[in-house]
């Protein structure tokens, strides 16, 4: 395998631009529009952007991804969040994924295979950073599409995260021979 399929880029090719089909969708709502909720129980969106975010922080952390720490210390540090601010909620996603798009610079498959110990109800389970990437991209992907359909609630197709699936990037094209 050569260095540059062996990169974690390489193998998850394409979550970026899930990343920023959730940051278009985000950047221009309202305040009202952040805070629209399908039920009193559910997060708003506001609070699904951020959950993502803080999501990708929790579990990076743990795996040790370069730059979690810092971001874990500044979740910590900091005030109540306004969910309702879109650009706030920008700047948190785009600081989230420059620590997920250093991690897949960095590492290669080979790095994936690191484990930890995992405490959850009272078990201690070995986890795996392949089982930790896994789960934060899907966790991206599941709320992502949670935001949409409450976006969708309230009149608005994002068309990045629902007809286009959240791909912005566009696979290569093949050069078609007239002869054939």
Not at 56 to 76: H, Q, Y
Not at 109 to 130: M, P
Not at 169 to 175: N, S
Request: no cysteine.
């Amino acid at each position: 395998m050569s260095d540059s399929t062996s990169r974690l880029t390489f193998v998850y090719d394409g979550w970026d631009g899930y990343h920023r089909s959730i940051v278009n969708a985000v950047a221009s709502l309202t305040p009202e529009q952040l805070a629209f909720k399908g039920s009193a129980d559910m997060r708003s969106v506001g609070e699904l952007a951020l959950h993502i975010s803080d999501g990708r922080v929790d579990w990076f952390s743990r795996i040790a991804a370069p730059g979690s720490n810092e971001l874990k210390a500044e979740i910590e540090q900091r005030p109540l969040f306004n969910t309702a601010n879109p650009d706030k909620l920008v700047v948190w996603l785009e600081k989230t994924w420059e620590m997920v798009a250093a991690t897949l610079a960095q590492w290669t498959v080979e790095d994936l295979a690191v484990t930890y110990d995992h405490r959850y109800q009272g078990k201690v389970y070995i986890v795996s950073r392949q089982w930790t990437v896994w789960r934060i991209m899907a966790h991206d992907i599941h709320h992502g599409g949670q935001l949409s359909e409450l976006l969708a609630m309230q009149g608005m197709l994002p068309l990045e995260l629902t007809l286009l699936g959240g791909h912005l990037t566009e696979p290569p094209q093949r050069t078609i021979d007239p002869a054939e």
